[in-house]
């Protein structure tokens, strides 16, 4: 029986190196697409041919009906969702739309169409907000500090609810930062990196960011998607958080990414009171030892390596 697998969000960072990882194990790869006028997929352009790409929206239960009817999956990975905090501010409704209800619209098509279907929730460190405990793990509980964080609240309780309510095999990851070269530019990671690249190459000269004491645990998302697989292969569902355990604050990705290229980041980086978010998160590392535990799952790239690849890799992109 062929192993087919269905994405949301397939042309985000995640869902282009979860698509290269299931090729890879032999699925077939469904991506569910929404109808726009500009379609950026860029990320999975090399893989294009491989993929079926399929339109469809979390606005819209009857597309995701349809969807699941004519190709019938066996696992669904739920990747989409408005994914940049700071614009969960300005958008709070549309992201209570896509990053909560959108979680619903499928859990409610997966038991309309086909309860025996895997699905992966992308549930997100961000719900632990202002953190109870240090570090945090599956127990801890969630004190969300933005629209997006209370989303995927929601759509993080939803899964847990149908999985009991239904008996579907629903799981959430709680991946804390993941990046990677394919990182959108808006994020701190990517934004600092980019900008290194840039002013070493003589192309810009400052950096304007928010909160440099900002803590967090960032990963390389190559090594997180492998997580995310490994939960739908286990008898029974559950939650896991998937983290490093170790906390960096921005000050030191700037060091880091700054000395790579040879300059000081002081001498380039400006604190600007614009990128400050209303109600700041802190401190956020996660316990993974579950994960470690049950799934086999350890992290591959330490937060040096992490953040020298993408620099090197917009170096590269400038040079192109």
Request: hydrophobic share 40%.
């Amino acid at each position: 029986m062929v192993k087919r697998a269905l994405i949301t969000g397939i042309t985000g960072q995640d869902g282009s190196y979860l698509a290269e990882l299931l090729l890879e194990e032999g699925y077939e790869v469904v991506g569910l697409m929404r109808r726009s006028s500009t379609v950026n997929i860029e990320r999975i352009s090399h893989i294009q041919e491989r993929l079926t790409l399929v339109s469809g929206d979390l606005m819209d239960e009857v597309s995701l009906i349809n969807v699941l009817r004519e190709y019938r999956p066996r696992e669904v990975y739920n990747l989409a969702a408005q994914s940049f905090v700071q614009a969960s501010w300005a958008q709070p409704v549309l992201t209570g739309e896509s990053t909560a209800l959108g979680v619903t619209r499928m859990l409610d098509a997966i038991r309309i169409v086909d309860p025996e279907i895997r699905f992966y929730q992308a549930s997100s460190s961000e719900m632990f907000g202002r953190v109870r405990a240090v570090p945090q793990n599956e127990h801890t509980s969630f004190y969300p500090r933005s629209p997006y964080g209370v989303a995927k609240v929601y759509g993080h309780w939803i899964t847990v609810n149908y999985r009991e309510s239904y008996g579907l095999h629903a799981s959430s990851g709680i991946l804390f930062n993941h990046e990677s070269p394919r990182r959108g530019i808006e994020f701190v990671t990517r934004k600092v990196t980019h900008s290194a690249a840039r002013i070493a190459a003589g192309l810009d000269t400052e950096l304007r960011l928010g909160n440099l004491e900002a803590r967090r645990d960032w990963g390389y998302a190559v090594d997180y998607v492998r997580a995310m697989w490994l939960m739908l292969q286990r008898d029974e569902p559950d939650d896991f958080v998937i983290a490093t355990g170790e906390t960096h604050s921005v000050r030191e990705l700037c060091e880091v990414a700054f000395a790579h290229v040879g300059l000081a980041w002081e001498d380039h980086v400006v604190v600007d009171d614009r990128f400050l978010r209303p109600a700041e998160v802190d401190l956020l590392v996660g316990d993974s030892s579950k994960a470690n535990r049950e799934l086999g799952w350890h992290h591959r790239v330490g937060f040096s390596e992490l953040i020298e690849l993408m620099v090197d890799a917009d170096a590269k992109a400038l040079q192109r």
